[in-house]
C-alpha cells in the first residue's frame, strides 16, 4: 500500500525556518518525481514545488523560489522541504504527492495526510 | 503570473449531469497541459481522479470523465451522487512547473 506521511509542521516566528519531512512507503521512492503542496486556511490548494526522482530538475513556484529548498534521500525513502524566511502567508497544511510524468503524461497520483505549519508571533 | 481558472461553484441535482472547466491564463489547454483532476472533502487530502486530461485511476468511479473541451480542460459527472458534493481542483503543467485552479465546490441538490 502506498503511503506518503508528513511530518515536522508546527508553530513559527515570521522569519524563522522549518524543514518538513516526507516518508514514503509501499513503493519505490526512486522511480517518482515528488511535489509539495500547500493549503491555507480555508484557501485553495497551491503547489510549491517539484524534484525529479534522481533531484537533477527542480522547480519552485515563484511564491517561495529563494526561501524554500526541496531535497530528496532515495535512500531512506524520504522528501524534504527546508522553509527559510518565513511568512505569515506560509501559514499552511503541506502535503507530499507522488508524481509519474515523462513525455506522454503528468500523473499526480498519491497524496499524504498533510502537516500543518503556523507562522505567527 | 499565469491563472488557472475555474467555476467557483456549482449545483446538480443527484442523478445529473456536470461538467466542470478549467481554463490557463495562456490560452487554450492542449494535451500537453496533461490536466489533473482532483477531489477534496472537508478535513481530508485532495484525491486523485483524473490525470493527463483523460486517463482514470484505478479506484476513480466510472461516472467521472475527463476530456478537452472547447479550449479547456473539463470534468464531466454522470449520474451525480450525494457523495460527490466536494471541492474539485484541476492541475496544469506548464513545462516544469504545476499551477492548480482556484477550485469548484460542488454542490448536490
Known amino acids: 500500500e502506498v503511503q506518503l506521511v508528513e511530518s515536522g509542521g508546527g508553530l513559527v516566528q515570521p522569519g524563522g525556518s522549518l524543514r518538513l519531512s516526507c516518508a514514503a512507503s509501499?513503493?519505490?521512492?526512486?522511480?517518482?518525481?515528488m511535489n509539495w503542496v500547500r493549503q491555507a486556511p480555508g484557501k485553495g490548494l497551491e503547489w510549491v514545488s517539484y524534484?525529479?526522482?534522481?533531484?537533477?530538475?527542480?522547480y519552485y513556484a515563484d511564491s517561495v523560489k529563494g526561501r524554500f529548498t526541496i531535497s530528496r534521500d532515495n535512500a531512506k525513502n524520504s522528501l524534504y522541504l527546508q522553509m527559510n524566511s518565513l511568512r505569515a502567508e506560509d501559514t499552511a497544511v503541506y502535503y507530499c504527492?507522488?508524481?509519474?510524468?515523462?513525455?506522454?503524461?503528468?500523473?499526480?497520483?498519491?497524496w499524504g495526510q498533510g502537516t500543518l505549519v503556523t507562522v505567527s508571533s | 503570473q499565469t491563472v488557472v481558472t475555474q467555476e467557483p461553484s456549482l449545483t446538480v441535482s443527484p442523478g445529473g449531469t456536470v461538467t466542470l472547466t478549467c481554463a490557463s491564463s495562456?490560452?487554450?489547454?492542449?494535451?500537453?497541459?496533461?490536466p489533473n483532476w482532483f477531489q477534496q472533502k472537508p478535513g481530508q487530502a485532495p484525491r486523485a481522479l483524473i490525470y493527463?486530461?483523460?486517463n482514470k485511476h484505478s479506484w476513480t468511479p466510472a461516472r467521472f470523465s475527463g476530456s478537452l473541451l472547447g479550449g479547456k480542460a473539463a470534468l464531466t459527472l454522470s449520474g451525480v451522487q450525494p457523495d460527490d458534493e466536494a471541492e474539485y481542483y484541476c492541475?496544469?503543467?506548464?513545462?516544469?512547473?504545476?499551477?492548480f485552479g482556484g477550485g469548484t465546490k460542488l454542490t448536490v441538490l
Open positions: 493527463s486530461a483523460s
Open positions: 504527492a507522488r508524481d509519474y510524468s515523462n513525455s506522454w503524461y503528468v500523473n499526480v497520483d498519491y
Open positions: 492541475l496544469l503543467y506548464y513545462g516544469g512547473a504545476r499551477v
Open positions: 509501499g513503493f519505490t521512492l526512486s522511480s517518482y518525481s
Open positions: 524534484i525529479s526522482s534522481s533531484s537533477s530538475t527542480i
Open positions: 495562456t490560452g487554450a489547454v492542449t494535451s500537453g497541459y496533461y
